[in-house]
C-alpha cells in the first residue's frame, strides 16, 4: 500500500541552526500539507502546497519557514534559525483532493 | 471559523470495558468532512474514519462504532470490548470542502488519551 514517507524520524539540531524535513508523498498525489504537533499538545495545520505554491498557510508559518518541491519527489519544510520552541513533531500528508494521508512524523528537537 | 471540541483529556477503562469519545464541532460549512485519527505512543497518525456531513449513518467497523449527530455537532466514537492496544491519544478532526486543496487542511481537536489497564 502507498505511502507518505518522512526522513529523519528524528532530528537534533542546535538553536540557531537550519534544518530541513523531508517528505516524499504518494506518488500520484497533487495536495501537500506540513502539519506540528508541540509535545502533548494537539496537530495544528501548517500549510498547504498545490500546483507547486503555498495554497494556504496558518499563522504559525511565518518568515521563518518555506516549503519546497525541489524534484518532484520530494516535499520539504526548511526551518530557518530555529528556535527551542520549534521542537516538535512535524507531519507531512498528501491527498489527490479527498483527503490527506500522513507520514509517520519527524521528531525536531532543538537544543 | 472552524472548531472542534474534545471536552475529554483522559478517559481510564479496564480491560474489557467499552469506552466513548466525544467530539463536538463547530462549522459554518454546509459541506465537510470529520475524521478520527489514532496516535499511539509511537506518535504515528492512524486513520480510522471520515465521515461527511451529507452521510449522518453510523458506522461500525469491528470493535469501533461512530455516531455522527448533525443536530448536536458530535461526531462521537466508542470502542467496544477495550484492550490494552486501543491505548492512545484520540483526535477528532474537520475539515472544509470549499476547495479540493481544502479537504486536507485538517482542523483537530486537543485529543482525548484512553488508558486501558489489565
Known amino acids: 500500500e502507498p505511502e507518505v514517507t518522512q526522513t529523519p524520524s528524528h532530528q537534533v539540531t542546535q538553536m540557531g541552526q537550519e534544518v530541513i524535513l523531508r517528505c516524499v508523498p504518494i506518488?500520484?498525489?497533487?495536495?501537500f500539507y506540513w502539519y506540528r504537533q508541540i509535545l502533548g499538545q494537539k496537530v495544528e495545520f501548517l500549510v498547504s502546497?498545490?500546483?507547486?505554491?503555498?495554497?494556504?498557510k496558518s499563522e504559525i508559518f511565518d518568515d521563518q519557514f518555506s516549503v519546497e518541491r525541489p524534484d518532484g519527489s520530494n516535499f520539504t519544510l526548511k526551518i530557518r534559525s530555529t528556535k527551542l520552541e520549534d521542537s516538535a513533531m512535524y507531519f507531512c500528508?498528501?491527498?489527490?483532493?479527498?483527503?490527506?494521508?500522513f507520514g509517520q512524523g519527524t521528531r525536531l528537537t532543538v537544543v | 471559523a472552524q472548531k472542534v471540541t474534545q471536552a475529554q483529556t483522559e478517559i481510564s477503562v479496564v480491560e474489557k470495558e467499552d469506552v466513548t469519545l466525544d467530539c463536538v464541532y463547530e462549522t459554518r460549512d454546509t459541506t465537510y468532512y470529520l475524521f478520527w485519527y489514532k496516535q499511539p505512543p509511537s506518535g504515528e497518525l492512524v486513520f480510522l474514519i471520515r465521515?461527511?456531513?451529507?452521510?449522518?449513518q453510523n458506522e461500525i467497523s469491528g470493535r469501533y462504532s461512530w455516531n455522527f449527530q448533525k443536530s448536536t455537532s458530535s461526531f462521537n466514537f466508542t470502542i467496544t470490548a477495550s484492550q490494552v492496544v486501543d491505548s492512545a491519544v484520540y483526535f477528532c478532526?474537520?475539515?472544509?470542502?470549499?476547495?479540493?486543496?481544502?479537504?486536507?487542511?485538517?482542523?483537530f481537536g486537543a485529543g482525548t488519551q484512553v488508558v486501558v489497564t489489565p
Open positions: 465521515r461527511n456531513s451529507f452521510d449522518e
Open positions: 506518488s500520484n498525489h497533487l495536495y
Open positions: 478532526a474537520l475539515s472544509e470542502a470549499k476547495r479540493t486543496d481544502s479537504w486536507g487542511k485538517l482542523q
Open positions: 500528508a498528501s491527498g489527490e483532493g479527498t483527503e490527506a494521508f
Open positions: 502546497f498545490y500546483n507547486n505554491e503555498i495554497s494556504e
